[in-house]
């Protein structure tokens, strides 16, 4: 049996499709894992859609801000010049098609590229968020998430290679 991809080793992937200059949102679960594997060279713009823009990987311990966290309320760091701004104002940013690209979790991808978000099992609740109005906004959409088999067997959709 294949090993299945790890959340981290899809996260690194995703951000390998990012180029300097880019504003780029990341969404909930394995997205906001992409901020871990970007370089300080990458002059890329992190965006979150609770109010961060600017922000980095997940802070070491000397450098922990309860307050500053991502998509999925994992703490994170803010590069010089990364701001807090409220959530419409994230908004904004969104709907004005400032976005590069929005990498986005999802729970279902049908084989037309619908996809569906808006139930979170882990927190017990369920809402669209923001996702349909970033998917809308960006010039470009990255989805991660799981599969199973039955999911890859079923649609059009391969797995890559390991």
Same mark, same amino acid.
């Given at each position: 049996?294949?090993? +299945?991809?790890?959340?981290?080793?899809?996260?690194? +992937?995703?951000?390998?499709?990012?180029?300097?200059?880019?504003?780029?949102? *990341?969404?909930? !679960?394995?997205?906001? =894992?992409?901020?871990?594997? =970007? %370089?300080?060279?990458? @002059?890329? %713009?992190?965006?979150?859609?609770?109010?961060?823009?600017?922000?980095?990987?997940?802070? @070491?311990?000397?450098?922990?801000?309860?307050? *500053?966290?991502?998509?999925?309320?994992?703490?994170?760091?803010?590069?010089?010049?990364?701001?807090?701004?409220?959530?419409? @104002?994230?908004? !904004?940013?969104?709907? #004005?098609?400032?976005?590069?690209?929005?990498?986005?979790?999802?729970?279902?991808?049908?084989?037309?590229?619908?996809? #569906?978000?808006?139930?979170?099992? #882990?927190?017990?609740?369920? #809402?669209?968020?923001?996702?349909?109005?970033?998917?809308?906004?960006?010039? +470009? =959409?990255?989805?991660?998430?799981?599969?199973?088999?039955?999911?890859?067997? +079923?649609?059009?959709?391969?797995?890559?290679? *390991?």
């Amino acid at each position: 049996m294949k090993e +299945r991809l790890t959340r981290e080793l899809m996260a690194l +992937r995703a951000a390998c499709e990012l180029t300097s200059g880019q504003v780029v949102n *990341l969404g909930f !679960g394995i997205p906001t =894992l992409v901020s871990n594997y =970007l %370089t300080d060279c990458m @002059d890329i %713009t992190l965006h979150s859609e609770n109010g961060l823009l600017g922000f980095g990987p997940e802070p @070491d311990d000397e450098t922990f801000e309860p307050d *500053l966290v991502n998509a999925s309320g994992v703490p994170v760091t803010l590069f010089p010049g990364g701001v807090a701004i409220s959530h419409i @104002d994230a908004f !904004g940013i969104v709907r #004005s098609g400032k976005l590069d690209i929005a990498i986005l979790g999802a729970m279902q991808v049908s084989e037309a590229g619908d996809f #569906s978000n808006w139930l979170l099992p #882990s927190k017990g609740v369920g #809402s669209p968020g923001g996702a349909i109005d970033i998917a809308h906004g960006t010039k +470009r =959409l990255i989805v991660l998430m799981e599969a199973t088999a039955f999911l890859l067997q +079923r649609s059009s959709l391969s797995a890559p290679p *390991l």
